[in-house]
């Protein structure tokens, strides 16, 4: 069920019967990580302020997103794989970048781990003020070891999250994030081995816990690394 750095999913049997779904899966996602875009864009800025969501601008300084006003962002209390609560608050002073997701993903979720993964190995030891932040939204099937063993393929400096349905859900209303269980009501619908259409938005917080980009579509971890450079630069003249 590990992924690895070449975005493969590993051997689990739940990636053999979901792959069944896997055409279905990648255009429902896409048309769920659009969806987040535009909710976004209209539900997420502080009350009077229109919150801007657009593609990279000569103004803008990301190669990703630029989320304009810059706003903090929402909260996160989930539970680790020790047992022990994660706060967002946690990583003040690093940049954190959030993730939606599950250790079962046959595909979106191999590949945007595999991104970010790269991303911070370019970084180098820079990457030392990056957290990766991945949100199981599977809270069912995702234990503490299965997290453990999915985020063992990637970069070191993931967290990997997760909490009740309710808190779940909550959470990912306030980051205008959707997911759902892929043919929940059907008669041959299997709990072990199901698939969820989720949201494959990548979210850039700041040092401060501001929401500065996000991540959508066709991006590279070069990408990803320039944006996070540009965030490290800033808190660095700050410091100077």
Known sequence: MAGG?????????????????LLPLLSLTAVAAGAAALWAARGMAPS??????GAPTPESPFAGFMISPARPAPPIELRGTDGETVRLTDFEGQVVLLFFGYTFCPDVCPQTMT????ALRELEDRADGVTVLFVSVDPERDTPVAIEQFLAGYNSRTVGVTGDHDKL????????????VDNEDSED?????YTI???ATVFMIDQGGRLRASFLGPYTPDDVAHDVTVLLDEAEQVDG
């Not at 991104?115 to 790269?118: A, H, S």
């Not at 619908?189 to 081995?193: E, G, I, N, V």
């Open 189 to 193: 619908f299997d709990p072990r081995f």
């Open 115 to 118: 991104k970010l993964t790269v």
């Open 197 to 199: 259409t989720h949201s």
């Open 5 to 21: 750095l070449d975005g493969a999913p590993g051997g689990s049997p739940s990636v053999s019967r979901a792959r069944r779904w």
């Open 48 to 53: 009077g302020e229109e919150l801007v969501l």
């Open 169 to 180: 859900r909550a959470l990912a209303d306030a980051y205008a994030v959707t997911y759902f």
